[in-house]
Nanobody
Framework: QVQLVESGGGLVQAGGSLRLSCAAS????????MGWYRQVPGKQRDMVAT?????????AESVKGRFTISISRDNANKTVYLQMNSLKPEDTAVYSC??????????????WGQGTQVTVSS
């Protein structure tokens, strides 16, 4: 009964920007960590960034130092965002939202969104 729905992916030229959104809905008591992961064909899914309910962020080494990528969340609306500026072709991947959620039944479970394609053309 819990869903994560992503939006905001698409095709963009190198140097462009995208803002990904992921909204959680359903029988949710509380959301702990939320995050974004990405995967390219033939490779494992890698963490891009995570954010706690208190706003503490973690970024993958591959994107750390790129001040053009930023994760944020709106706790009231159960939504997490990933702002990506100055995109590069190597950022092309399927981006998936993840959340650790306390359900209304008192279970702490891990949920994934369906994924959204981000394609950066050179």
């Amino acid at each position: 009964q819990v869903q994560l729905v992503e939006s905001g992916g698409g095709l963009v030229q190198a140097g462009g920007s995208l803002r990904l959104s992921c909204a959680a809905s359903g029988s949710i008591s509380r959301i702990n960590v939320m995050g974004w992961y990405r995967q390219v064909p033939g490779k494992q899914r890698d963490m891009v960034a995570t954010i706690t309910s208190g706003g503490e962020t973690t970024y993958a080494e591959s994107v750390k130092g790129r001040f053009t990528i930023s994760i944020s969340r709106d706790n009231a609306n159960k939504t997490v965002y990933l702002q990506m500026n100055s995109l590069k072709p190597e950022d092309t991947a399927v981006y998936s939202c993840n959340a650790r959620i306390w359900t209304a039944l008192g279970k702490l479970l891990n949920y994934w969104g369906q994924g959204t394609q981000v394609t950066v053309s050179s």
